[in-house]
Structures are given as structure tokens and as C-alpha cells.
């Protein structure tokens, strides 16, 4: 399965038109929905996915990688519980390994540092 077809799959499964997911979703038209359900058509873009997943009442991971995803992530709520990290610190350094200039990446670790002082001073 791919996402198209998760996308209509949830919205079918819900008993939504692609009108009512495009108003809900505040996109202009229902064809753009109809872009989303259609093999080799467009997917939601990055900011529009959780708002796309959360009016289809699943997870944008739940759209993009299918039932697999869920369990991968309670494998890996597993995993980050037992090293005594949280699963947003995960989503952080996933994020920092985006940045591809070695500038932001100082500038980054270096609020990262600042806030972490911050942090320790309210102990």
C-alpha cells in the first residue's frame, strides 16, 4: 500500500467525502485530495501531513509507512524507554541530522546549549 491509497482507505473508512477532508484539512478544492488518492499523483506536504492525519484520526507515520510503522514505533518507545531517552529527543536529533551547514548546525547546538543552562538553573 502506499500512501495514496491509505489516505482514501481512512477517508472511506470514516464515511468523508474528499469535499469535507478538503474543507476540514482547509485546502481550496476537493481535487487536491483526489491528487493524495491517486497512485503517482501528489502527496500532503510535510506541514500539511499531521493536519491531513489528524482529520483522518491516524498518524501522519501511519499514512506515510502503513501498520508497520506502529509497531516499529512501539519497538522503538521500547528501546528509547530502556536507554532513558525520549522519543521527542529522537524526533530532535532526527531533525539535526537535516542540517547540512556545518553554520547552522553550530548556531543549533549552541541555543541547544543555552537552553539546557536555563534548564539546570530551575533545578
Do not use: C, N, Y
Not at 485546502?27 to 493536519?51: D, F, I, N, Y
Request: no cysteine; aromatic share 4%.
Amino acid at each position: 500500500m502506499t500512501i495514496h491509497s491509505r489516505i482514501k482507505q481512512r477517508r472511506e473508512a470514516l464515511g468523508m467525502s474528499m469535499q469535507t477532508l478538503a474543507d476540514l484539512v482547509g485546502v481550496s478544492a476537493w481535487q487536491t485530495v483526489q491528487q493524495w488518492e491517486k497512485e503517482g499523483g501528489t502527496a500532503p506536504k510535510r506541514e500539511r501531513l499531521a493536519k491531513v492525519a489528524s482529520v483522518l484520526q491516524t498518524t501522519p507515520e501511519e499514512l506515510l509507512l502503513g501498520t508497520q510503522s506502529t509497531a516499529m514505533a512501539e519497538h522503538i518507545g521500547g528501546l528509547t524507554s530502556s536507554l532513558g531517552i525520549s522519543l521527542e529527543a529522537l524526533r530532535v536529533a532526527k531533525a539535526f541530522d537535516r542540517i547540512r551547514s556545518e553554520e547552522q548546525r553550530s548556531a543549533v547546538l549552541a541555543q541547544m546549549r543555552a537552553f539546557g543552562v536555563w534548564l539546570e538553573k530551575d533545578d
